[in-house]
């Protein structure tokens, strides 16, 4: 079976959590031992299993970060 | 075959447009005639497609920006 490689490298902030334990998190993570990307996404408490998310570049998140501010 | 029936009731920013057109949005998106939610999501041009994406609460937004300015 194929798989994944990935690591957390860096737990940024944790946005909700929800009755199951699961997060959801903003993270930086490592996807087959790249260089790490900001990464907001669904995860158990162990962070053994991941739900859906989305990998954001460095100016998506700054643009992100821009229009949350403006709202 | 099963459908689903949105509307983007506001479109409150874009984070990235790829070389196809598509584009990263934040949007107010309702689902099924629901109240809208903040939705964070790839489209393509016309928002006649959809891509990948997180629905996020109000409180997650705010989370976000919060995380986001203490970055």
Redesign the interface.
Known sequence: MASIKYEVIEN?????TNKSGWQ?E?NLVSWNDRPPKFD?RDWSEDHEKMG???T??N???S?????????
């Open positions: 940024i902030g944790v946005l909700s959801r903003l907001l859906k998310g989305l954001l570049t100016e998506e998140l643009k992100l970060k821009e229009i949350l501010n403006d709202m």
